[in-house]
Each structure stands twice: as C-alpha cells, then as structure tokens.
C-alpha cells in the first residue's frame, strides 16, 4: 500500500519541523555539555588568546542536579494502593530506573522528550518501553483534547551526508510515522519523496509515544530548554574565568623593569645571552651594564575576578533556585547543619515536586499503553498514580524519629511506615518475607515451649 497524500503531506510538515529544530537542539546540546563557543570574551583577552577558555558547566549541573532527586518509586493503578505487578514487571523489564534519567535529561536539555511503547515479539506480556531523542523526534498535539494525533521518527543519515547518490538532497534517509490506528516505515527515493516499505495496522486508537514538554504555556504545545535560565550567566562566568587566567598569566607574576640596558646585557654566569623566557622570571639577572637599574612592579590583586564570579553564582541561584553551595561557594565555618540543609534547598524540592506532577502524568500515559499492550485492558492514563520518592535531602535521625513517635501513637501503619523511609516495592516485599519467616519462628518456639508437637 502506498502512502496516502494527507500521509506524504504530514511527513512534510513533521519534516520541516524537524529541520527547524536542529539548529538549537545543537546549541542547547553543546551548553548541556559544556562545550559551547563563547561569541565575545571581552575587550582585555586578545583573540589568540582564546585557548584560555574556561566554561563552567553550570548548565549541565543544574539538569543533574533536578534529575537526581526524581526517582519513581512505584505506579499505581486506579483504587490500587500497592504497586502493580504488571507495570512494575514492565518498569523492571525495561531498566526504566535508568532509562528514566535519559528522558528528563532530554527534557530539560532540549524542552520536550519523548516515550515509545511496542509490542515485544520475545515476550508479549513484557512491552518495550524506549527513550526516544527528541532530536529524531517530531509530534503533533489536539490542544483541545490533550492528546497526540501524530509523530516521526527520522533516522538514519543525519550527518549531513547525500540521499540516494543525489547532492541535492540531504538528511535522514528513513522515518516511522506513528498515527493513531497505523505505524507506517517510509524511505527517501532519490527525487526527495518519501516512499513506504511497510506498515502495521495496530488499530490501537491512540499514538504509541508520549512527549512530555518542560515549561510549557497554556495555548501551545512547545517545550522550553530549562538550562536557557543559565546559557547567558554560564557564558558570562566563562568569560570572567578566561580573563582571570589571562590576567594571572600577564599581571599575576610581578612585570620587572630595567633601565639602561638592552637586550644583550642579559647574560649568564659564562657570559652567555639569556632567552628571553629565562631572563623574565629568573631570580637572579647579571649584566654587563654599570649604569643599569632594575626593580620589578607590584603584582595585580586579582580577587575582583572572584567578586565578579560570586555575583554570577548568586544570580545563577536565584533564577534555578538552587543553593549557593552547588556553585562552589562555602563559607569557612562549621559545616551546615540538616536544618539549615533542608532551608535552604526547600524552594528547589518545591520546584522539583512540581516537575514530577507533570513528568508523572507523561508516565501515567506511558504506563497505561504499557499496561494495554501486556494486559489487553484498557486503563485511563491521567488516573494511574506515579508515586516519587521524596526529593529533599534525607536527614534520616530526624526522619526515624518522628516515623518511630507516629508509628507508636497509632497514626501510621508499618506500610505507610516503609514508604515513608522511601522503600522500593522489591525492599518491601523482602522484609515482608522477613517478617513472615520471624512470626513462624515464633510460633514454632512457642508451640515448642507448651510441649506440642513434642
């Protein structure tokens, strides 16, 4: 069967959409990693100079530091108030406590990520779950009934190499367009159309990938890079760092002067010239000269350069709220106490809360087409509950002992207990058998003690 012209048209858009994404998908890549070119590094740094450069990856600190405090702990599904077997076998299957961090790194990183789910032709009840980059990724969204309607996939020659042999075109050579009944696999030709190969009519009604949008705005469906809130203070401390390495290296070690000499003066105990290097920092200078005087100038105080990065660093904390100490500012006292942690990270652990509310509804929808695929039942995706583990700073002292004092007033069962302290469903289960091996140990002792048995 041949592609359809509304098919063809909608690879078109998608494709254009695509191209319109690379430019800045490359720039946000490169800040992630910290490998952005600074445009201007200032009137004081000569252009070859710019070996010096020094970036401090605070873009890519930022993303780590949300990813690492937005771990799942289990999902549940609807009236459910224990994980689910299934999704947690599919969650297990799948390594998605890993694969986990790859989509919110893409989140963050380029503004949208994306999730896949596919039958598994090993294991049916075991669906595959995949991380899709966004930067191959392109979707369509019904705004008004908050649901995807289509998505491509472009793939194979993104290097900027040729087509089929023709110069004139270039880009991917292969794509998977995903619709909500049908996923067809198409193919470049030469002339610059797309050709099908093969196509699946699942007829499952709804598209088979979920995109999650980081700082999305009511009326659009368009992400936002969130490390945008840091590229320009990033830049900014580059160049700061840049020319306190350029100033180190020309104000830093004291300039010496000399009068009355000229450059053949400068000779060694032997009576050889001295390069030029060897007479610039050498203790001692001898030269032939008996008028000459040399003394040297007072060194530059460079401690403005470390006033300028304090500034960055604190504006850098206020618009990701993180706290000071994650830029590398410390104060020389006595270590902060769990408190005081707690304080100060409590604006980001809100912010952070706040994200895993709209990541989780992604996951809930992701874990629903999971559960159909695994199950054949149909499950609404916006009521499967995503439950995270607590992204605040464990100060665990404090934590027993309040869990301890409401355990024993009666206010908190074991389980509520075990989640609290952040338990897995697998570390549960464990000590569930634990407590079930001791109760009939006991029993076991105790019928032994009455003489039954005996």
Not at 272 to 291: H, T
Request: with cysteine; net charge negative.
């Amino acid at each position: 069967m041949a592609l359809s012209a509304q098919e063809a048209v909608l690879l078109d858009k998608h494709y254009e959409t695509y191209q319109g994404n690379q430019a800045r998908d490359e720039l946000m890549s490169r800040y992630r990693d910290g490998e952005q070119r600074i445009a201007q590094l200032g009137m004081a740094v000569p252009p070859d100079f710019r070996r010096f450069l020094l970036v401090a990856n605070w873009p890519g600190m930022y993303v780590d530091s949300i990813v690492s405090r937005q771990d799942v702990r289990a999902l549940y599904l609807p009236g459910q108030y224990e994980a689910d077997p299934t999704l947690s076998a599919v969650f297990d299957a799948n390594n998605l406590d890993s694969e986990l961090s790859l989509f919110l790194d893409d989140r963050y990183t380029y503004g949208r990520a994306f999730l896949s789910v596919g039958a598994n032709e090993d294991d049916a009840t075991v669906p595959l779950v995949h991380v899709e980059s966004p930067r191959e990724m392109t979707a369509t969204v019904d705004i008004r009934r908050r649901r995807m309607t289509s998505a491509v996939r472009f793939y194979g020659t993104t290097d900027g190499s040729i087509v089929s042999g023709n110069p004139a075109i270039h880009g991917p050579t292969d794509a998977t367009l995903y619709l909500p009944d049908v996923t067809v696999w198409v193919q470049r030709r030469a002339d610059g159309q797309w050709a099908e190969l093969d196509r699946d009519q699942h007829r499952l009604g709804r598209v088979p990938v979920v995109m999650s949008l980081c700082r999305r705005r009511s009326g659009v469906m368009e992400g936002r890079p969130i490390i945008t809130r840091v590229n320009d203070i990033a830049d900014a401390a580059a160049r700061a760092l840049t020319n306190l390495q350029f100033a180190s290296e020309a104000h830093g070690v004291p300039q010496r002067w000399a009068l009355g000499v000229s450059k053949g003066d400068f000779v060694d105990k032997d009576g050889k010239p001295l390069p030029v290097w060897e007479a610039y920092f050498g203790s001692i200078w001898a030269n032939q000269s008996k008028d000459a005087k040399v003394g040297q100038f007072t060194a530059s105080d460079l401690t403005n350069f470390e006033t300028q990065l304090k500034i960055y660093a604190a504006i850098a904390g206020s618009v990701t709220y993180l706290p000071l100490r994650y830029f590398g500012l410390t104060t020389p006292t006595n270590p902060p106490s769990a408190d005081s942690i707690r304080a100060e990270e409590a604006s980001f652990v809100k912010f952070v809360e706040m994200e895993n509310a709209q990541v989780g509804a992604v996951l809930g929808w992701a874990a629903s087409l999971a559960y159909w695929f695994a199950s054949g039942e149909k499950v609404d995706g916006s009521r499967i509950e995503v439950d995270w583990v607590n992204p605040a700073t464990p100060t665990i002292a404090q934590r027993e002992d309040a869990l301890a004092k409401r355990y024993a007033a009666g206010v908190i069962s074991r389980e509520g207990y075990w989640d609290e302290l952040g338990w897995s469903e697998a570390r549960k289960t464990k000590e569930r058998q634990y407590l079930a091996a001791e109760a009939a140990e006991g029993l076991t002792n105790l019928k032994l003690d009455a003489g039954v048995g005996a």
